[in-house]
């Protein structure tokens, strides 16, 4: 059994745990139409997870899909929390109107911003983030954590979704872009000084890392 394998059969048996209702399924549902990728339950019930945890008030997404991922944060997040979505695509943000209006999600407590998130995040405040969540192609990933310590306070957390690469991380011979970016990305993360980070095993994996305090 490879390690795509067995990610996949964990990942069935912890979704089962999960229940999505009318609206999150739905999202799901038009994603598949538009053939965006979405995280799966578990992995948006731990989004929910550490957005209450943070109890966030200042979130902000990259890659909003048709809004699942934002959906299961605003879940976790305090009732007058301001959620940040930033998507290339404007589909995809019509979607995910959609869904946040079938959530009942006010107006006032989502952000959409249609555009790169190499061109948004420098004009977002500095220390205005309690959690970042980055889900999208892996060879962005490093531009977005160079934002990371400004965006974020202290004790913020970043998050990056698949970050396993199905399974190819840990396979010296796979070499191809978005796996080397992967790579550079747990490496850079784990030696940092500036954050603390984890890797959960979770759908396709979840890297996350907190900002440490300054000392």
């Known amino acids: 059994m490879t390690v795509s394998d067995v990610e996949s059969a964990r990942s069935a048996l912890t979704d089962r745990f999960i229940a999505e209702d009318d609206v999150l399924r739905t999202a799901r549902a038009r994603a598949l139409q538009l053939g965006v990728p979405v995280p799966s339950p578990t992995a948006g019930a731990t989004l929910r997870f550490l957005a209450a945890v943070l109890d966030a008030h200042s979130v902000v997404e990259i890659g909003t899909g048709t ?41 006032n407590r989502t952000r959409l911003i249609a555009g790169h998130a190499a061109e948004v995040l420098p004009r ?58 992967l790579r550079d990305l747990s490496t850079a993360l784990v030696e940092s000084d500036q954050f603390a980070a984890v890797f959960l095993p979770i759908g396709g994996g979840i890297l996350a890392a907190t900002k440490r305090a300054p000392r």
């Open 124 to 181: 977002l405040t500095d220390s205005g983030y309690d959690l970042m969540w980055i889900n999208g192609d892996p060879t962005y990933y490093a531009e977005h954590l160079r934002e990371a310590p400004r965006l974020l306070r202290a004790g913020g957390i970043v998050a990056f979704g698949e970050a396993f690469g199905g399974g190819a991380l840990t396979d010296p011979a796979v070499r191809d872009p978005r796996t080397l970016a």
């Open 67 to 107: 809004g699942v991922s934002g959906v299961w944060l605003l879940r976790g997040m305090r009732a007058d929390g301001v959620l940040t979505s930033v998507d290339g695509e404007p589909e995809h943000q019509r979607a995910a109107r959609e869904t946040f209006r079938a959530a009942n999600v006010p107006a």
